[in-house]
C-alpha cells in the first residue's frame, strides 16, 4: 500500500481511533481515582486539585490559540461562566466522585450513559429540543430515554447475587466493605450528577454562541471550578491533612485527571464534535462501560452484581436507541446547512 493511501486511511479512522482513546483513558481514571480514595484522598480535595492542574495545563494553549477570536469578557459574560462552572464541575464532579466511594467503578461507568437521556429531557422541557412523535425517530428518542432510565432503577434498587470469579485477580486494590445504605446513597449521587451534567451541556451551548472560545472557555471553567470547590472543600474538610498529598498514588491521580483527562481528552472530544457531529461522540461512551466492568471482575477482583450487570445493559441498549433517533435530526441539520451554503441543493440541481 502507498504512503499516501495509508495516510487517507489514518485521516479517515483519525476521529474513531482519537475516541477510543478517549474511552481508555476513561477507563483507566476509574480505577486509579478508586484507588487514591481508598488510600485516603479526600474527593474534594481531588477535585479542587485536579482543576488547578488542568487549568495551568489548558492555559497556554487557549491564550495563544485563540487570540483572535476570544471576545472581551464582560461582567455578565464571567457571571454566566460563573455559574456554569458552579453546575458543570464544582457540582458535578464533587457529587460524581464522592459516589465512587459508596458504589463502584462498574456502577458510575454505567450510569454516565444516561447523561444523553437526561440531556434530551431536560432539551425538550426548555423547548431547545423538538420532539415528533409521528416519526420512527421520534419514537426511538422517547423509548431509548425511557429504556436508560429504567436501566438506572435497576442499578439502584435491585443488586441481585455477586457473580463469582473464577480466580485470583493478579492487582488488588484495597476496598471498604459497601453496605446497601451507602450504595443507595451512592446511586443517589451520581444520578444527580448525571443531572446537573446535562444540565452543563445545555449551558454550554448557550454559553459558547456568546463566548465561541472552546479552549479558553474550559480553562476559565477549570480555575473557577477549582475556586469554588476549594471553597466547599474547606466547610466540609477542616483538618489540614486532608490538603497534604505526597509521591503517592493521590499525586499521580490529581495529575493524571488534570492533565491527561480535563486537558488533552477534552481537547479530543472538541475535536472530535467539531469534525463528525455530537451524536459520534457519544455513542463510544459505552466502551468505558464494558472494559471498567471486564477489568473489575478480571483484573481487580471486584464483585459484580446481577442488578448491575442487567442495568447496564438496559442502559447502554436505551443509550443506542436515542441517539439513532438523534442521528436523524443530525442529517437533517446537515443538510439544511449544505442547502444555505449552496442554493443549487435547495433547488434540486445536481
Not at 109 to 126: G, P, Y
Amino acid at each position: 500500500m502507498k504512503p499516501s493511501s495509508l495516510h487517507n486511511v489514518y485521516l479517515r479512522f483519525k476521529p474513531l481511533l482519537l475516541m477510543v482513546l478517549a474511552q481508555l483513558s476513561y477507563t483507566f481514571l476509574y480505577f486509579i481515582t478508586e484507588a487514591s480514595f481508598n488510600h485516603g484522598m479526600n474527593p474534594h480535595v481531588y477535585v479542587t486539585y485536579r482543576h488547578i492542574v488542568a487549568g495551568i495545563a489548558m492555559f497556554p494553549f487557549a491564550y495563544f490559540l485563540e487570540r483572535k477570536i476570544r471576545p472581551k469578557l464582560t461582567l455578565a459574560l464571567f457571571l454566566e461562566i460563573f455559574v456554569l462552572s458552579l453546575v458543570g464541575v464544582t457540582l458535578t464532579l464533587n457529587m460524581y466522585f464522592a459516589s465512587l466511594r459508596y458504589t463502584s467503578p462498574t456502577f458510575v461507568a454505567s450510569v454516565v450513559n444516561t447523561v444523553a437521556a437526561v440531556t434530551f429531557v431536560i432539551a425538550v422541557v426548555l423547548r431547545l429540543e423538538t420532539l415528533d412523535l409521528r416519526n420512527a425517530r421520534g419514537m426511538a428518542k422517547v423509548l431509548g430515554t425511557l429504556v436508560s432510565l429504567a436501566g438506572v432503577t435497576i442499578m439502584t434498587v435491585y443488586k441481585g447475587p455477586a457473580a463469582r470469579n473464577p480466580g485470583h485477580p493478579p492487582i488488588h486494590i484495597q476496598r471498604n466493605n459497601i453496605i446497601q445504605e451507602q450504595w443507595l446513597k451512592g446511586s443517589f449521587l451520581t444520578i444527580a450528577s448525571s443531572i446537573t451534567w446535562s444540565a452543563m451541556y445545555i449551558m454550554q451551548a448557550i454559553t459558547l454562541k456568546r463566548y465561541p472560545a472552546q479552549l479558553s472557555l474550559t480553562t476559565w471553567m477549570c480555575f473557577l471550578g477549582a475556586a469554588q470547590s476549594a471553597v466547599f472543600t474547606v466547610i466540609v474538610a477542616r483538618k489540614p491533612a486532608d490538603w497534604r498529598i505526597g509521591l503517592n498514588i493521590d499525586l499521580w491521580s490529581t495529575i493524571y485527571g488534570g492533565v491527561v483527562v480535563s486537558g488533552l481528552i477534552v481537547f479530543i472530544q472538541l475535536w472530535c464534535t467539531d469534525k463528525r457531529g455530537p451524536v459520534f461522540a457519544t455513542m463510544f461512551n459505552p466502551i468505558s462501560t464494558i472494559l471498567v466492568a471486564i477489568l473489575a471482575y478480571f483484573v481487580f477482583g471486584e464483585k459484580l452484581f446481577l442488578g448491575s450487570i442487567v442495568g447496564a445493559v438496559v442502559v447502554i441498549g436505551g443509550l443506542y436507541l436515542l441517539l439513532w433517533g438523534k442521528e436523524g435530526d443530525h442529517q437533517e441539520a446537515q443538510i439544511k446547512t449544505k442547502e444555505q451554503s449552496d442554493p443549487k441543493i435547495s433547488q434540486g440541481e445536481p
